[in-house]
């Protein structure tokens, strides 16, 4: 069984910064990623980012490449979201997940078996 932690959300004004971490309890196989969603009011979630645990290759939204940057502490089981150049639209609860299926992409929230609570980063303009 594994369980996820996120930390780090909060209220940001546009164009500043924030760090969203997620501790991971568990035992964790190198075949797994470790993906970020977020999800708005009256939206879907949507895919943000991930990394893969062996080799740390990351992926990226459109809509957040260049100011979000997903990284990973293998030591301590923790994924971190840097998110820099916030906007409005970045407004929502955001969730790390683990995903443990590598079937339909890694951009695709079936593949992830494992959620956190989510965590709120609110950006004001």
């Known amino acids: 069984q594994v369980q996820l932690a996120e930390s780090g959300g909060g209220l940001v004004q546009a164009g500043g910064s924030l760090r969203l971490s997620c501790a991971a309890s568990?035992?964790?196989?190198?075949?797994?990623?470790m993906g970020w969603f977020r999800q708005a009011p009256g939206k879907e979630r949507e895919f943000v980012a991930a990394?893969?645990?062996?080799?740390?290759?990351?992926y990226y939204a459109d809509s957040v490449k260049g100011r979000f940057t997903i990284s990973r502490d293998n030591a301590k089981n923790t994924v971190f979201l840097q998110m820099n150049s916030l906007k409005s639209d970045d407004t929502a609860a955001y969730y790390c997940?683990?995903?443990?299926?590598?079937?339909?992409?890694?951009?695709?929230?079936?593949?992830?078996?494992?959620w956190g609570q989510g965590t709120q980063v609110t950006v004001s303009s």
């Open positions: 990394i893969t645990w062996s080799s740390g290759t990351t």
């Open positions: 568990g035992r964790l196989f190198p075949s797994y990623a």
């Open positions: 997940a683990l995903r443990t299926i590598s079937r339909l992409g890694i951009r695709n929230e079936a593949e992830y078996s494992y």
